[in-house]
C-alpha cells in the first residue's frame, strides 16, 4: 500500500496459456516427461502475479509436476519447486487456503495464486516439468509482470528450493508398550543438534522470507470420544 503513490515508468504485461486459434481451449498440455516454457521474458521487469489451474489425472501430480524459475540467464533455477508445494501445500493435496502471498482457493483449491514479487535485470524464464505417470491434460496460466527500461538498483532475486526427509529420524515408539504420550513427546533430549533437520544454508546477502513445513505423521493415535451433558 505504501508504493501506491509512486509513480513508476513501467509497461504490465500478461503472458497465458490462451487460445491461439481464437477458440476457447485456452490451456496448453505436457506430455509424460516433457516440459514446457511458458514464459521467455527479455530485459528488465518484475512478475507480479502467477495463476494456474491444472488438469491432470495423476494422483500425485501436484508433488510430480515441477516449476523452475531462472533469473538473469542463469545456468541453474532459482526456483525449482514441485508446483503444490509452491503454491503452499504439500502431500500433493488441494485445500482452501488464503494468505497474502500464496492461496489454493476457489473451487476446493484449485486456483493457484502467487503473489511474491521478483525481479530481473536481464530476462526471465519459466518451465513446468511433467514426470506425472501420465500426460498433463491441461495447463492454464497466467503470469503478469512489470516491464522496466531497467532494474532499479539493490534488489535481490526469489529463490525458493524444496527439499525432503523420507524416513526422519526420531524417537523409537514400540506399539503395545508402556510409553505414555507424554513420555514420547517430551522424553528425549538434543544438546548437540545432532539428526536436526536444516532449513536453510545459505551465503551472501538476501532476506529470509520463510518455509512451509509439511509433515506426514506416521503414528496415529485413537482418542476416545467426550461427551458433555
Known amino acids: ?63 510430480k509436476i515441477l516449476l523452475k524459475m ?30 497474502l502471498p500464496l492461496a489454493m482457493s476457489p473451487q476446493d483449491g484449485r486456483a493457484l495464486n502467487c503473489f511474491f514479487p521478483m525481479p530481473f535485470s536481464d530476462g526471465a524464464r519459466v518451465e513446468v516439468d511433467n514426470d506425472c505417470d501420465t500426460d498433463v491434460r491441461e495447463l492454464y496460466f497466467y503470469i503478469d509482470y512489470e516491464e522496466y527500461d531497467e532494474l532499479e538498483e539493490g534488489l535481490g532475486r526469489f529463490h525458493a528450493q524444496w527439499r525432503r526427509e523420507n524416513p526422519t529420524d526420531g524417537i523409537q515408539y514400540v506399539f503395545g508398550g508402556s510409553m505414555s504420550n507424554y513420555d514420547y513427546i517430551f522424553g528425549g533430549k538434543n544438546l548437540t ?13 538476501g532476506h529470509y522470507v520463510g518455509c512451509n513445513l509439511n509433515v506426514h505423521n506416521l503414528r496415529r493415535v485413537k482418542f476416545s470420544s467426550v461427551e458433555w451433558n
Open 70 to 99: 531462472f533469473w538473469d540467464g542463469e545456468e541453474y533455477p532459482s526456483v525449482e519447486v514441485p508446483i503444490g508445494d509452491f503454491f503452499g501445500i504439500g502431500h500433493s493435496v488441494y485445500k482452501n487456503f488464503v494468505s
Open 1 to 63: 500500500m505504501r508504493d501506491l503513490p509512486r509513480l513508476r515508468n513501467c509497461k504490465r504485461r500478461r503472458l497465458s496459456s490462451w487460445d491461439r486459434s481464437g477458440g476457447n481451449d485456452d490451456g496448453i498440455p505436457i506430455k509424460k516427461g516433457a516440459k514446457a516454457v511458458i514464459a521467455e521474458i527479455e530485459g528488465a521487469g518484475c512478475v507480479t502475479h502467477i495463476w494456474m489451474t491444472i488438469a491432470c489425472d495423476d494422483k500425485y501430480h501436484l508433488r
Open 193 to 205: 543438534g545432532e539428526g536436526n533437520y536444516v532449513i536453510l544454508e545459505a551465503e551472501g546477502k
